[in-house]
C-alpha cells in the first residue's frame, strides 16, 4: 500500500468497525479506569471467558479507588480462574501509583502512564487511544497480523525488536480524527476476519488495499519462530481431611507461578527414591494419614509448563504441628480462598466423589 491511500484505508476501517464491532461491555464506557481493567483482562485471554469476569470485577471494585484499597486475598479471588495473576497484582500496584501520585486519574500522556506498574506499550496506547482519543499505537497480536499482511512486512514477530516495526506503521496509518475506532478496528480485524488461519479475505472491508491479499498468500504472514519447548512437571495432590471436617490448605509462597494463591498439598512425582509421596506427606506435613482413594487425573497447561495431576482423597487424624504456610480450614470458609484452576477442578472432583468417601 506504501501509505498513499491511507484515508482510503482509515475511512474503511473505521466505517467497518463502527458498523460491524462486537457489542462487548468494556465498549461502552471511556473510563480510562475500566478500559484498562478490560486490556489487563485481555491479554492472552478469550473475550467469551473474559466478560464474566470483567463484569463481576468491576462491580467489587467500581472506582480506581475501590481496588487501590483491596486486600489482595480479595483481589485474587475475584481474579480466580482468570490465569496469570501476575496480571492482577501489577493491576492494582499501578493504580495505587495513579491514586497516590495523579489524585486517582488515570494520566492521558505516554511517558506518565508508560511509569505505571505492568502498563506496558500495547496497554498504555490502548488506554489512550479508546479513553482518551489520542492518536497513540496499541499493537497486539492481532494489529501485527492485519500489518503484517496489508504491508507484506516479513519481520519475525516473534523478535521484540519486530514490535517497533509495527508502531512505527500504526502510527503512520492512524485515523488523528478516530483514533479509538482506528486501533479498535485493527483488533477486531484480526480476531473477527484477519484470522492465523484461513482469513475471510472476502469479507475484509480493506482487502483492497492488502499486498498479501493481492499476492495470494496471507496465510503465510505473519512470520512466527516456534515457541519455547514446554516443560512437564508431574505432581501428586491430596485433598486432606481431618475428623473434625476441616480441609488442609497450604498458601504458595509470596513470589512465582501462582503467587500467594491457596492450594492443596501438592508433592512433585519421583521415581528416583524408595519413599512414597504419602510417606512424604505424612512426614513433611506431620500428618497420621487414616486412609486414600484415587480421585482424578488431568493436565493443566500453563505458558511453558504443563503440570500432569494425579490427585488423592485422604483421611487423617488432626495434628497440632503443621508447617507455617498451612492452616486447617472448613469448607464454609474455603470459599474465600483464592484457588487456582487446578485445585477448583480437584476439588470440585471430591465434592462430586465425597459421598462415597
Known sequence: MYYQYKHQFQQALVEWFKKEKRDLPWRKTNDPYKIWVSEVMLQQTRVDTVIPYYERFLSEFPTIR???????????????????????????????????????????SRPEISKLKGVGPYTAGAVLSIAYNKAEHAVDGNVMRVLSRVLLIEEDIALPKTKKTFENAVMELIDPIHPSE?????????????TPTSPKCLLCPVREFCTAFNEGNPEKLPIKTKKIKMKHIPYDVYVVRNTKGQFLIEKRPEKGLLANMWQFPMIEQKTDTGTTNEMKLAEQYSLNLLSREKLTSFKHIFSHLTWHIESYFVNCEEQQIIPDNCQWFTVEEMAALPMPVPMQKVWQCYQIESTNL
Open 182 to 194: 482506528f486501533n479498535q478496528g485493527l483488533m477486531e480485524l484480526g480476531a473477527m476476519i484477519c
Open 66 to 108: 475501590h481496588l487501590a484499597d483491596a486486600p489482595e486475598e480479595k483481589l485474587l479471588k475475584q481474579w480466580e480462574g482468570l490465569g496469570y495473576y501476575s496480571r492482577a497484582r501489577n493491576l492494582q500496584a499501578g493504580v495505587r501509583e495513579v491514586v497516590e501520585n495523579y489524585n486517582s486519574k488515570v494520566p492521558d
